[in-house]
């Protein structure tokens, strides 16, 4: 990716004033080398997938052992032409000069799957008590389930063993009931896992209609891999965490922040005044971390609305992140237009934001402040543009947001850093800060990015595809 001297040098020192100095843009030397972003995977039509031709998904970066490891999901042909995802991990062999990337995952056709010819999805990794989880959804031939493995380190010779039982189903609620959306987190040397479940649709949801409702469900895992065992701490009943049980919520997360564990997702919220399946709310939740009498309360106001502008229409995955101690949020946000201007010019919204907001800190009396962009503004590149996607990463001090963002004809992946002020917040761009993001190819459409970082590296990874399938690309910044 070739990007301009001067633009590179403001980058630089913009860098460097937004993180106080930090090690990500910090330099001793009174002529700190130009960093740029660089691709490691290969830096050509093709990323990581294992086949090139087939399409890959859903892509996440996490360090491990001070390694770099990928998790995604990407298809096979199954049995009877049908499609199958199969969920693939790499490793990374820490060299930008010369990158490669070794398979984790049996380096076949299948990936680490329970049922190589069940479709699986959606994967994330986590690290709990020195060791690398992954989980994921995957049907059983009924419903999709929740799935835990467990990686033994050993890069040479890997294998990943199942904790969720390692039979037929996984560890939903109810294994009849589809579940998707899985994340996991620590929190005192025990694993913690959410994700969306539907209940039972023979449970009186709505007053008008007899359906299933899509509710958040909590676990924690005894840690004993040979003999594992996992305990909802979500009440453990026919519903879970949402706000309003009557209300579908989806695309939960899990953050460790202050020592607490945090509980983000975006919330149905019945509204008859507007297109019902646009109103939704972000929510988030305190634990109160005892297993044995858990209990989980909104830090979100616990009203109607939760930290979006109320009235403000959410769309895609909220997402937290810790920093000093502080909990971010990001979501997208986009205001309702006016009616008469959605008669007269046929508009409903205006563009999606990309919001950020940091939380007080005080559960007893929470508060939100926005800390990425005024009321109708993100922190787009460009407000005009629609924004989605947006992700968090804590690394080295540093606050970050990657998200794909329009310029007006395909999706590009932007990346900005915070300043750290609360009280006088600023972003600045790491990718350009012109019409194109990180794009391998800028006329294509890029998806689901996502950022780590090691040492004095920054990782991201996204989905781009090529002229055949989605690629997975990876990309530094040094």
């Known amino acids: 990716m070739k990007r301009s001297f001067v633009f590179w040098t403001r980058i630089l020192i913009l860098g460097f004033v937004l993180t106080g100095g930090s090690s990500l843009f910090a330099s001793t030397d009174t002529n700190p080398p130009i960093r740029s972003w660089s691709f490691i995977d290969g ?7 294992k086949e090139s031709a087939k399409d890959a998904f859903s892509p996440q970066l996490t360090i491990f052992n001070s390694k770099l490891y990928v998790i ?29 990337w070794s398979f984790v995952d049996g380096d076949g056709v299948n990936g680490i799957n329970k049922n190589c010819w069940q479709n699986a999805s959606a994967p994330k990794l986590v690290i709990a008590n020195a060791r690398l989880y992954a989980t994921w959804q995957e049907s059983n031939g009924f419903a999709n ?10 890069d040479r010779q890997p294998a990943w063993s199942f904790v969720d039982g390692d039979g037929t189903n996984g560890i939903n609620k109810d294994p009849a009931r589809n579940a998707s959306a899985a994340e996991l987190a620590p929190l005192n040397s025990k694993l913690y896992a959410i994700w969306v479940e539907e209940n039972d649709p023979t449970y009186q949801s709505r007053a008008e209609e007899n359906y299933a409702t899509y509710q958040i469900r909590a676990a924690v895992y005894d840690g004993n891999d040979k003999r594992p065992g996992w305990s909802f701490v979500d009440g453990n009943g026919k519903i879970g965490l949402n706000k309003e049980c009557s209300q579908d919520a989806f695309c939960p997360q899990l953050t460790l922040g202050d020592q607490k564990l945090y509980a983000t997702w975006y919330e149905h919220v019945f509204d008859q005044t507007a297109d019902k399946d646009q109103a939704y709310q972000v929510r988030v939740a305190a634990y109160n971390g005892n297993d044995a009498h858990p209990n989980w309360w909104l830090v979100d106001g616990d009203g109607e609305s939760g930290i979006n502008k109320a009235g403000a229409i959410i769309r895609k995955v909220p997402r937290l992140a810790a920093l000093n101690n502080k909990l971010y949020a990001a979501f997208n946000e986009y205001a309702r237009t006016s009616k008469a201007r959605a008669i007269l010019y ?13 939380y007080n800190g005080n559960d007893r009396q929470p508060a939100w402040s926005t800390v990425g962009g005024g009321s109708l503004r993100g922190i787009n590149n460009a407000s ?34 915070y300043s750290g002020n ?10 350009g800060n012109g019409i194109n993001g990180l794009n391998k190819d800028g006329l294509k459409n890029a998806s689901a990015p996502q950022l780590a970082g090691i040492n004095s590296r920054l990782y991201a990874v996204w989905v781009e595809p090529n002229q055949a399938a989605n690629q997975i690309r990876v990309a530094v910044f040094k």
């Open 43 to 49: 830096d050509g039509i093709n990323g990581i997938n």
């Open 72 to 100: 995604w999901e990407e298809n096979k042909i199954g049995l009877g032409s049908s499609v199958v995802g199969q969920i693939r991990v790499a490793v990374y062999n820490g060299n930008d000069s010369a990158p490669a």
């Open 384 to 417: 005009s543009k629609n924004a989605f996607n947006p992700q968090l990463a804590s690394i080295n001090s540093t606050l970050y947001a990657i998200w794909t963002e329009s310029n007006g004809k395909k999706d590009q992946v932007r990346v900005a850093a």
């Open 346 to 358: 046929n508009e409903y919204n205006e563009p999606a934001q990309v919001k950020v907001a940091v």
């Open 422 to 431: 609360d009280d006088r917040p600023g972003w600045g761009f790491l990718d």
């Open 145 to 154: 389930q929740i799935r835990v493995a467990a990686y033994n380190g050993n």
